[in-house]
């Protein structure tokens, strides 16, 4: 009557499961496109993106422009490319940053139960939530200035009580597994045990976490940056682009498509992603598909 | 007159069969039990009577409840046959009620969906049945909600439910299995009383041979989706012509052979001396904290060295606490516990490394013991770190070998994962993690309990030639009493938190004289008693 | 269940307390010497003193902070620098646009998840799931602020049914009012509907898998009747806690949102507030929202405890 065993196979045909697995293929490829495209503009892209060409303002996508000018005649696609380089840094470094703290915190928030850290921690992350997550970003912003370091500290932040949180409450569970209790009765303490034992166990949890947090956070920088709150001018983001284009939507409506693609088509990746990763990593409902 | 017949059912998942050729048949006022292993099919076979099968399954063959064929009917009609004609009850009382309806609400539902009654009526209605299962509006209020009743309680709303239109059939999918074995009893006794009553059938399905021969009428015992024996009970377990029905038989019953040699001259491997552990409880309100909750009071019990203490009692009675305790894995309130004559305890940095390498555990889950991610070799080897040294490459490779060897599994597979050993040698392999330092004490907490019979047998005799050829002692903790029975030298009966009667394992079974030791006895269903009755308590129609 | 909500209150207090002194540090001390930071570089020093003895910046810091805090209660945010008005005044004219904004896209998005939800979960993996999941997906992904760019120019600027912005005001009528406030709850609404949708469907499809669904079905309830009847009401009590910070969500949404449809709420006034360095107006607005997500919470925290018979005893 007992459960089949939760992790048989684990890591054994991931690889033919993922192969198998259209939604993960999909965010994949549209994952590493993104990822491609913001690396590429370090080397090349088709123009410069902060060359102004006013001759050439508004253009709808020719052969010459692939998705067309904007209003300074700057070409769309390689402002994308370098947008894209924009909005993965922040994104990277945010979720970095939310992964580095919080999971520590959490980690020692789960072994010490009931201590006066965990609580600290609980209440902090209590707090964080409190402020709804675009005005924490607009406070800082307000008073630090704006900027993309800024808007990267903001979602940074924010991010931190996410990941504290998850590996708080995953690791709780695991501290009354058995197995961690065996390897207390082997004389380990504490530390030892979170870093041997619980952390390996997140780490499926935390790879899904972070890719919806890393598409969350492209989300935020863009809206930041519409605001005006995220990168500044010269370089572009996708954001501003699109700030830009609304003065000129019913004259240029081209301008405003691209940018929000991007975005839309960037976070969709990043989500089909994650939600394949956890098909692939869910027991539950790798037994349901067999 | 016939309230169940199934024949040639075959069924697969996907096109993983899961039955094959199927036949039973249960009469009016007839109790059929249905015994096997786990995987043997017992559940799907009553899955497939009440038609809830799993999304992928097909299935050929006849099923016919009460006369009528189900593979013929509707799903309209199978919904007005559940409940009316069937019903059933399940393993898990603890999940089986809706946590957000009162058990009055939910056995009136019953009533009516099938167009019985009333909302108001429905409720006098359940009332009513409540009262026939033992909890009558004035002990335990229909108004209640399922979180706010015992297990016991529970699993009597459940049945409730499942009499409430006195169906033809009930199937009791190891109803008693979550239970302790005083309230399994007691739902026995419920059982039988209300098949007699209402002369309904009932297929009963259990894992356990004692309850099924204690209770049924018919036996068909089931081995990997086939029936492979089937006739009336004492008849059956008289002849037993199937080699594997007399292989249940013989492990259910398996006394493991063991000479144990006691030293009873030199300081004991384990003294616990008046030992308390407390629990705080949530707060009654903002200003009145509630009195600690007492797991472990004042108990005092010595284990010495080669010996085998048995520690028994019903959930919630503190025995893992007190194991936990001993492990040094949560802080005692008052007491002292001594390993070899020194004191350990969790308080402080912790006990001594070197002294935590003396007692060693084996628990109950096979699954849960182990993580998934390391080999067998780190696995078994991870006690190594309470060495000083820990033993480098060859010496190493050898004490894992050896330790492996030891469990009756081979050096080869230290390299393996631990998901591919199956439940039986992953419990060779946590007693192979618990030996590898060579400690002079091991605690089993339920090891055995989530076995198979046929299992648990090798199991008890492995631990019985393993404590024999090193002088090991342990410490085995079970709810289960024939288990106990069969392992140790002496027993401890522990009740709420006390331990209530101490006493060599011969002079407990034999001569008990504490009534909680009594009662506890009385309710465990024996394979040999029920077999040497008098046929009484059959009914004959 | 009094207990365990006064328990959740004080703790919900302790948390606003909480964010009062990070607004108050991030307001006001951080900055240094907020008079210098709101009046700019160039500012005239005499005006820059005669700002500090108005703000009261030569006071002790904890006497200002309580100071706030006391006004605040009395419902006194002090006054704006740039506008010359109470501030209790501005925000009191922004809210009545920002919070039925708010609470209409949390209609729309509770409206269109709970349905499209719970037709998703009972037909688990069927054509009419899929097609619902695959739409959810698109829409988790797409930025409210596009979404928001999209509307206008189909509605407004292409079909004309809708103005491109503006608020004419409550005085103009209720239904005029609703009206301009359309556009910008779809868009706020559709991206927060589709993750509730799918947490509605997975959270459904969690329940349906519980056991005591599986003995509903053997009492003879069909498989709606048993989702309807036993698993639903289950499957709300986590969903509850999403609709909770949805509001967090849309309230921060919206700040965004009026941007793109020019509508005289709170967004627009923190951004020109911000523009014009008010930090008056700022932490004033902010810690109005923080309330705001504060309550919602005692709210969701209130509902969990009817929805859920186990809380009324006892809760961690």
Redesign the interface.
């Known amino acids: 009557m007992s459960a089949p065993p939760a992790d048989r196979n684990a890591e054994g045909n991931f690889l033919g499961a993922a192969l198998r697995h259209p939604a993960f293929i999909a965010g994949l490829v549209l994952t590493l496109l993104f990822v491609g495209a913001a690396l590429l503009s370090y080397l090349w892209t088709p123009y410069d993106p902060t060359r102004l060409d006013i001759a050439a303002k508004l253009q709808t996508p020719t052969s010459g422009h692939w998705f067309g000018t904007d209003h300074f005649g700057r070409d769309i696609f390689s402002m994308l490319m370098v947008g894209a380089r924009v909005s993965i840094a922040v994104a990277i470094i945010a979720v970095g940053i939310g992964v580095s703290l919080g999971v520590p915190l959490g980690l020692y928030a789960a072994a010490h139960r009931g201590s006066l850290l965990d609580e600290v921690v609980m209440r902090g992350n209590d707090l964080i939530f409190a402020f709804p997550s675009l005005l924490l970003a607009i406070l800082i912003t307000a008073v630090f200035g704006p900027g993309a370091v800024n808007a990267i500290i903001a979602i940074g932040i924010f991010n931190i009580p996410v990941f504290a949180r998850l590996s708080r409450g995953a690791a709780l569970s695991l501290w009354t597994r058995e197995f961690v209790l065996a390897a207390r009765v082997a004389g380990k303490g504490r530390a030892r045990i979170s870093v041997e034992h619980i952390l390996p166990n997140l780490m499926n949890l935390l790879i899904v976490q972070g890719t919806i947090q890393f598409s969350l956070a492209v989300l935020a920088e863009a809206a930041l940056a519409y605001v005006g709150l995220g990168a500044q001018p010269p370089l572009p983001s996708w954001g501003r682009m699109l700030a830009d284009a609304q003065t000129f939507i019913s004259l240029a409506p081209h301008l405003a498509l691209f940018p929000g693609l991007a975005i839309v088509l960037t976070v969709l990746g990043l989500n089909l992603l994650g939600d394949g990763l956890r098909d692939l990593h869910d027991p539950r409902l790798r037994r349901a598909r067999t | 007159m016939s309230v169940l017949s199934v024949r040639n059912l075959d069924l697969k998942i996907?096109r993983i069969p899961i039955l094959e050729d199927v036949d039973l048949t249960l009469d009016a006022g007839h109790i059929l039990g249905i015994v096997g292993e786990?995987g043997s099919g017992k559940?799907m076979t009553a899955l497939a009577i009440?038609q809830?099968l799993p999304r992928a399954a097909r299935w050929t063959g006849t099923i016919e409840v009460a006369g009528n064929d189900v593979g013929a009917m509707s799903?309209?009609a199978l919904?007005?046959?559940?409940?009316?004609d069937v019903?059933?009850i399940?393993?898990?009382p603890m999940?089986?009620?809706?946590?957000?309806?009162t058990i009055g609400d939910q056995v009136a539902?019953?009533v009516r969906?099938?167009g019985e009654a009333g909302r108001r009526h429905a409720h006098a209605r359940a009332i009513e049945v409540l009262g026939r299962v033992g909890l009558p509006p004035d002990r335990v209020a229909p108004d209640r909600?399922p979180?706010?009743l015992s297990g016991g309680q529970r699993q009597r709303v459940?049945i409730a439910?499942?009499i409430a239109l006195r169906p033809k059939l009930l199937i009791a999918d190891?109803p008693t299995?979550a239970l302790d074995v005083t309230t399994q009893a007691q739902i026995l006794d419920l059982l039988r009383k209300l098949v007699r009553e209402d002369g309904m059938g009932m297929m009963f399905i259990t894992?356990d041979l004692a309850v099924v021969a204690g209770l049924a009428d018919e036996v068909a015992v089931m081995k990997k989706g086939r029936v492979v024996e089937t006739g009336p009970t004492r008849q059956l377990f008289r002849q037993m012509r199937h080699p594997y029905t007399r292989a249940l038989f013989t492990a259910s019953a398996h006394v493991p052979e063991r000479q144990p040699r006691i030293e009873t001259a030199a300081t004991p491997v384990l003294e616990v001396r008046d030992v308390v552990r407390d629990y705080p409880r949530?707060?009654?309100?903002?200003f009145q904290a509630q009195a600690p909750f007492r797991a472990v009071d004042h108990v005092s019990l010595t284990v010495r060295a080669g010996e085998n203490v048995g520690l028994v009692g019903e959930s919630g009675c503190g025995k893992s606490t007190l194991a936990?305790a001993i492990?040094a894995?949560e802080a005692v309130q008052a007491g002292e516990i001594h390993l070899n004559g020194k004191a350990f305890s969790s308080a402080g940095a912790g006990p001594d490394?070197r002294q935590?390498?003396a007692?060693?555990?084996v628990?109950?889950?096979?699954?849960?013991?182990?993580?998934?991610?390391h080999r067998v070799r780190r696995l078994v080897s991870?006690?190594f770190?309470?060495m000083p040294e820990s033993p480098q490459d060859a010496d190493r490779e050898r004490r894992i070998g050896k330790a492996l060897e030891d469990v009756g599994l081979t050096a080869g597979d230290a390299d393996k994962y631990?998901?591919e050993f199956s439940?039986g040698q992953r419990q060779r392999i946590?007693i192979a993690?618990a030996l590898i330092i060579e400690p002079s004490l091991i605690v089993l907490d339920e090891a055995v309990s989530?076995l198979d019979v046929s299992i648990r047998a090798q199991i008890l005799d492995l631990l019985a030639g393993l404590s024999d050829r090193l002088g090991l002692s342990y410490l085995f903790i079970s709810h289960d009493l024939t288990v106990v029975r069969a392992i140790t030298d002496r027993v401890l009966v522990m009740q709420a938190g006390r331990i209530v009667e101490d006493g060599s394992t011969e002079d407990i079974f034999h001569n008990p004289r504490h009534p909680y030791t009594r009662s506890l006895l009385a309710a465990t269903p024996s394979l040999a008693a029920a077999l040497d009755e008098p046929s009484g308590e059959t009914v004959e129609t | 269940m009094t207990l365990y909500l006064l328990r959740r209150l004080l703790s919900l207090s302790l948390t606003l307390l909480a964010a009062s002194i990070v607004v108050f540090l991030v307001t006001e001390i951080i900055p240094g010497d907020p008079a210098a930071f709101m009046m700019g570089i160039n500012a005239d020093p005499a005006a820059i003193a005669a700002l500090r003895s108005e703000l009261g910046l030569d006071q002790p810091v904890a006497f200002r902070y309580l100071n706030w805090i006391v006004g605040m209660l009395q419902g006194d945010f002090g006054q704006s620098y740039t506008y010359r008005v109470p501030v209790s005044e501005l925000v009191g004219d922004r809210i009545a646009v920002s919070l039925p904004l708010t609470l209409y896209a949390l209609a729309l998005s509770t409206l269109i998840a709970f349905p499209a939800g719970v037709f998703a979960a009972s037909r688990r993996n069927a054509p009419g799931d899929i097609a619902i999941m695959g739409v959810t997906q698109l829409g988790v992904a797409v930025p409210n602020f596009w979404f928001a760019m999209l509307l206008v120019l189909l509605f407004a600027i292409t079909l004309q049914w809708f103005s491109a912005g503006g608020f004419p005001g409550w005085d103009a009528g209720v239904l005029v009012a609703l009206k301009s406030l359309t556009l910008p709850a779809i868009a706020l609404a559709l991206p927060q509907a589709s993750i509730l949708a799918r947490v509605m469907r997975s959270s459904l499809l969690d329940t349906l898998d519980e056991d005591f669904v599986r003995t509903a079905r053997a009492k003879g309830l069909s498989r709606s009747q048993a989702l309807w009847g036993h698993a639903l009401r289950n499957a709300l009590i986590p969903v509850l806690t999403i609709v909770g910070l949805q509001f967090s969500f849309l309230l921060a949404g919206g700040i965004i949102i009026e941007n793109v449809f020019y509508l005289p709420g709170l967004g627009r006034l923190v951004f020109q507030a911000i523009s014009q360095r008010d930090l008056i107006v700022v932490r004033s607005v902010i810690i109005l929202l923080v309330f705001a997500v504060v309550a919602v919470t005692f709210l969701v925290d209130i509902a969990y405890a009817i929805a859920d018979p186990r809380l009324r005893r006892q809760r961690r």
Do not use: W
């Open positions: 996907g786990s559940s009440m809830l799903e309209r919904c007005t046959m559940r409940g009316r019903s059933m399940f393993q898990e999940t089986a009620l809706n946590p957000v309806h539902e019953v969906i099938h909600y979180h706010e459940a439910m499942a190891e299995t894992h949530p707060r009654k309100n903002l936990r492990l894995l490394i935590r390498a007692a060693q555990v628990f109950q889950d096979p699954y849960g013991s182990f993580n998934p991610r991870e006690p770190f309470l631990i998901h439940g946590a993690r989530a």
